[in-house]
């Protein structure tokens, strides 16, 4: 059975800093993963899908990376801002087609 | 207009009652789910569809059931609701594979639940 796993659970940070959130998985027979963003009282929203077969996925200050062989992701978010502040979800598709997500971590970007 | 809609938005019942949540999607998925999210656990696959005639249980169906009435609406009900049952729940849509270059799930906003 897949377990997704993000440590820690809640991060706070001064703006600016360049930060990398992890999300590791323990089976690394996967479709893809996904990164998603959740803000407070609101539903998921996709921030970058990379496929098995891709190493790393890149949208505007988003990068993720995926190396599957260590059952690793991190997403690395450049010149943080307070508008990143909400809680970061990783979630994988396996051969089920199902989701299995990471319980999620919370950031917080202080002005 | 919102892709994925879920209503009630905010819902308080008692325990015992019967009630439904519903989803409905303008995006022309085949394929939706119902997860529900509790703190420190994450989210959990209650139940799935990827066609109108298919309907599949996740990982924590017991106490829900399901009806999926148009490609663009899938229902969730708590015939007899427990507080355990208090949660949020999200309805969430997604392509077939080898229809669209993505293969990501889309959320609605959410119901909150809570029975007492």
């Known amino acids: 059975k897949q377990e997704v796993t993000q440590i820690p659970a809640a991060l706070s940070v001064p703006e600016g800093e360049n930060l990398v959130l992890n999300c590791s998985f323990t089976d690394s027979a996967i479709y893809n993963l996904q990164w998603f963003r959740q803000d407070p009282g609101k539903g998921l929203t996709s921030l970058l899908l990379?496929?098995?077969?891709?190493r790393e996925q890149t949208s505007g200050r988003l990068n993720a990376s995926l190396d599957k062989s260590s059952g690793r992701s991190t997403l690395y978010i450049a010149a943080s801002q307070p508008g990143d502040s909400a809680t970061y979800l990783c979630?994988?598709?396996?051969?089920?087609?199902?989701?299995?997500f990471g319980k999620g971590m919370k950031l917080t970007v202080n002005p | 207009d919102a892709d994925v809609t879920q209503t009630p938005r905010n819902r308080i019942t008692k325990t015992g009652k019967r009630i439904m949540l519903e989803c409905s999607q303008t995006?022309?998925?085949?394929?939706m789910y119902w997860y529900r999210q509790d703190p420190g656990l994450g989210l959990r696959l209650i139940y799935y569809s990827f066609d109108v005639k298919d309907i599949n249980k996740g990982e924590i169906s017991d106490g829900y059931s399901v009806s999926r009435q148009a490609q663009a609406k899938f229902s969730l009900s708590l015939e007899s609701a427990i507080p355990n049952q208090t949660a949020l729940y999200f309805c969430?849509?997604?392509?077939?594979?080898?229809?669209?270059?993505?293969?990501?799930?889309?959320f609605g906003p959410g119901t909150r639940l809570t029975v007492l």
């Open positions: 995006k022309g998925h085949d394929r």
């Open positions: 969430a849509t997604s392509d077939s594979p080898g229809r669209s270059t993505t293969d990501t799930q889309y």
């Open positions: 990379i496929q098995s077969s891709q």
């Open positions: 979630a994988i598709q396996g051969g089920s087609e199902k989701l299995v």
